[in-house]
């Protein structure tokens, strides 16, 4: 099957706007990110979908970044039944007590600093990766932070909409399956 003819792709192409903004924003928390992906819909292929997504983020104002990042909860703490932000951050599941604890110290010292969680792309990195990610994160200057912030953003936000094109459920009924 092409990318063109996904069924996640089709039924997100034909999806009311309600539904394909719900399951938009169940991808990213930024308004400005699912109006602007939105708009470009219906789309040929799933290329052309991560292509708008990346050229969305890109341009997300520092407000609609900050409202982006307010939705992801702190590596090591996934929101509450939350199926998604506990398969994304599985690599913390069984992290050894002391690394685990390292993590939550380190995750409240880089809040302090730049005002919003670590963010990174978790799927698929161990505990120790994602310590080692925050240890060399946490000294950056606020801009450089920011722009590693929206790259890794993006590659989230492409992780999850991959899955809502290949997946077999609808946009706006638990179908981004991120």
Request: some cysteine; glycine content about 10%; charged content about 20%.
């Amino acid at each position: 099957m092409t990318p063109s003819t996904t069924p996640g792709l089709s039924r997100f192409n034909a999806a009311e706007d309600g539904a394909a903004r719900a399951a938009l924003r169940a991808i990213c928390a930024s308004g400005a990110w699912v109006d602007a992906v939105l708009a470009r819909r219906p789309y040929p292929a799933a290329e052309a979908l991560l292509a708008a997504s990346d050229a969305a983020t890109a341009a997300l104002s520092e407000a609609a970044l900050a409202e982006a990042m307010a939705a992801h909860p702190p590596i090591g703490r996934p929101a509450p039944g939350d199926p998604v932000s506990a398969r994304e951050q599985r690599g913390m599941a069984q992290a050894p007590p002391g690394l685990r604890a390292e993590m939550l110290e380190l995750n409240l010292a880089y809040q302090r600093k730049f005002g919003h969680v670590f963010l990174i792309c978790a799927t698929g990195l161990g505990a120790a990766q994602m310590l080692d990610a925050i240890r060399g994160r946490i000294g950056n200057t606020p801009e450089r932070e920011r722009e590693i912030v929206r790259g890794e953003l993006g590659r989230i936000n492409r992780i999850r909409l991959e899955r809502l094109v290949a997946g077999p459920d609808r946009p706006g009924q638990g179908g981004t399956r991120p």
